[in-house]
């Protein structure tokens, strides 16, 4: 859990000050879960070639099922590192779907093909697989409160992660596409109703043409906050402050694009400070008590 704990502390950034909000032991179980999924991407990003990749992320697909199987002898230490204990700590201990994990490597081996996306429906439906099957861990981890519908908290952890997922994809449309191989993940019909391509966009060539895609793209993901709202309260209240402080955190980095569209181009990609984050978990953490101390009096 320690090694977790570290991998998450250097990697996580935006997601790190959320995580650390969640009490103990769901804490460390979702520190194990980021520690999985920061080992699959690293597999595949360290690879030579494209089928070196595929080779890797299949490996580690199957090490993954002999792992949950526990058919992999974890306790001797010359056959693995520490994460894979960790997860399987976790997987044992909550109710996550373990379907869940391999559709975020299916949305990592797509990306190994990736082709683009055609219309928003197309990318909605990646980022389902890579973000909001993350969400649905958490939550799990999380807990519902008593009342509570699984199956609805579970659709608007979906929507959570398309908001996510989006905005990361905005934050890193030039790094993604100097990437190599290079990805552009605006779909094709969005560029194309703005007349403007991503090449367009990396050089903001066309200014009032490259704001308007822009925000047509934040538009979904602002919606897609603004849909799962609900969620915040569906949660246990002793973990509401992460939720909460991860969602400020990267709605903030949406703001950040919204207010500037242009923001997508520069060389550093859009980010929060250091302090502005903790002021966001600190703020979290207060809402968080404060309604908590609300329902218990009205109860």
């Known amino acids: 859990m320690d090694h977790c704990a570290g991998v998450t502390r250097a990697r996580a950034r935006n997601f790190y000050f959320g995580l650390k909000l ?35 992320l299949d490996c580690f697909r199957e090490q993954s099922r002999l792992v949950i199987e526990q058919r992999f ?37 797509e990306d190994l093909s990736h082709a683009g996306y055609e219309d928003l429906a197309a990318l909605e439906r990646y980022c389902g697989l890579v973000a909001s099957t993350v969400g649905k861990m958490c939550v799990a981890v999380w807990g519902i409160a008593p009342g509570t519908e699984r199956a609805r908290a579970e659709t608007l952890a979906h929507q959570r992660g398309i908001a996510f997922q989006i905005t990361n994809i905005l934050r890193d449309l030039r790094a993604d596409r100097d990437a190599s191989p290079g990805r552009v993940y605006l779909p094709r019909q969005v560029l194309q109703q703005h007349g403007v391509t991503i090449d367009d966009l990396c050089a903001w060539s066309k200014p009032d043409r490259c704001s308007a895609c822009v925000r047509a793209i934040a538009v979904r993901a602002r919606a897609a906050y603004d849909e799962s709202e609900p969620l915040h309260a569906m949660i ?29 181009c520069a060389p550093v990609p859009a980010r929060l400070t250091t302090a502005r984050k903790l002021t966001i978990a600190l703020s979290a953490m207060w809402s968080a008590q404060r309604s908590a101390r609300r329902e218990a009096s009205i109860t």
Not at 236 to 251: G, Q, V
């Open 22 to 56: 969640t009490p103990e032991p769901k804490r460390s179980a979702l520190y194990a879960l980021y520690a999985w999924t920061r080992q699959a991407d690293d597999t595949v990003d360290g690879a030579p070639t494209l089928d070196h990749a595929r080779r890797a």
């Open 73 to 109: 002898d974890l306790e001797n230490p010359g056959r693995s590192d520490p994460m894979w204990l960790a997860v399987r700590w976790t997987l044992r201990r909550y109710p996550i779907d373990l379907a869940w994990l391999w559709a975020v490597l299916d949305g990592m081996e």
């Open 236 to 264: 246990e209240p002793e973990c509401r402050a992460s939720l909460l402080a991860m969602t400020r955190i990267y709605s903030g980095l949406l703001g950040l694009i919204e207010r500037d569209p242009s923001r997508v």
